[in-house]
């Protein structure tokens, strides 16, 4: 009795350290994209990111072949659906063979935040303007929404947008001009996107 009580304590304790060994991971978007990030210091090792659907289930790569690490092991993930729960693995190779193989690390995909952002920036002629909402294009109805470009005073010098606005990530191109057709001057203008959900401005610089 004496000997399995032991037992059944060493095998907790095992599993109490492999569980304790285990590294952190960081979940947050960056440029509206899903970034997925091992915690730790693994560079100059290369790694692979594998993911599933459920925690036994079967796991696909995310890339074709091994990455190296040159910072953060992490992965861009751009078909990630909002409210939804994924399962991603991180295998690391040792310099002396073999690999480490961390997760699966249960991940729910957070709302694409309501941002808009510009690029590139500064800007001498076309840029491109990237409107995100929250929630899923796919399970989430559109909201009206108004984009506007605005000048250091606050005044619209054109509008970019009036009407449904799709949830997730919609990109418009911006010739640099006003509603005129005037190319704007060189300075600092202001994208401001609108929304029932709330708003969200991003800075601009032109030149010439």
Same mark, same amino acid.
Do not use: K
């Given at each position: 009795?004496?000997?399995?009580?032991?037992?059944?304590?060493?095998?907790?304790?095992?599993?109490?350290?492999?569980?304790?060994?285990? &590294?952190?991971?960081?979940?947050? @978007?960056?440029?509206?994209?899903?970034?997925?990030?091992?915690? $730790?210091?693994?560079?100059?090792?290369?790694?692979?990111?594998?993911? $599933?659907?459920?925690?036994? !289930?079967?796991?696909? &790569?995310?890339?074709?072949?091994?990455?190296?690490?040159? !910072?953060?092991?992490?992965? #861009?993930?751009?078909?990630?659906?909002?409210?939804?729960?994924?399962? @991603?693995?991180?295998?690391?190779?040792?310099?002396?063979?073999?690999?480490?193989?961390? $997760?699966?690390?249960?991940?729910?995909? &957070?709302?694409?935040?309501?941002?808009?952002?510009?690029?590139?920036?500064?800007?001498?002629?076309?840029?491109?303007?990237?409107?995100?909402?929250? !929630?899923?294009?796919?399970?989430?109805?559109?909201?009206?929404?108004?984009?506007?470009?605005?000048?250091?005073?606050?005044?619209?010098?054109?509008?970019?947008?009036?009407?449904?606005?799709?949830?997730?990530?919609?990109?418009?191109?911006?010739?640099?001009?006003?509603?005129?057709?005037?190319?704007?001057?060189? $300075?600092?203008?202001?994208?401001?996107?609108?929304? &029932?959900?709330? #708003?969200?401005?991003?800075?601009?610089?032109?030149?010439?």
């Amino acid at each position: 009795m004496l000997r399995r009580s032991l037992l059944v304590l060493g095998l907790a304790s095992l599993l109490h350290s492999a569980a304790a060994a285990q &590294p952190g991971l960081q979940v947050r @978007y960056e440029d509206e994209v899903l970034r997925v990030t091992l915690e $730790g210091t693994y560079l100059g090792r290369y790694y692979q990111v594998w993911r $599933g659907d459920r925690f036994a !289930g079967e796991y696909q &790569p995310l890339a074709a072949d091994y990455t190296l690490c040159t !910072g953060d092991c992490s992965v #861009g993930v751009l078909d990630a659906v909002p409210g939804r729960t994924y399962y @991603y693995r991180f295998d690391v190779l040792r310099a002396e063979g073999g690999f480490d193989s961390y $997760g699966p690390f249960p991940v729910t995909v &957070p709302d694409t935040p309501l941002l808009a952002t510009v690029s590139p920036n500064p800007s001498n002629g076309r840029a491109r303007i990237r409107f995100s909402l929250p !929630g899923s294009p796919r399970q989430d109805l559109p909201v009206q929404a108004e984009a506007r470009v605005l000048d250091l005073q606050g005044r619209t010098v054109r509008r970019l947008h009036t009407g449904a606005l799709a949830r997730g990530v919609t990109t418009l191109d911006w010739d640099g001009r006003d509603d005129a057709g005037q190319p704007l001057g060189a $300075g600092i203008y202001f994208v401001r996107l609108s929304t &029932p959900l709330g #708003g969200s401005t991003a800075r601009i610089v032109r030149f010439r």
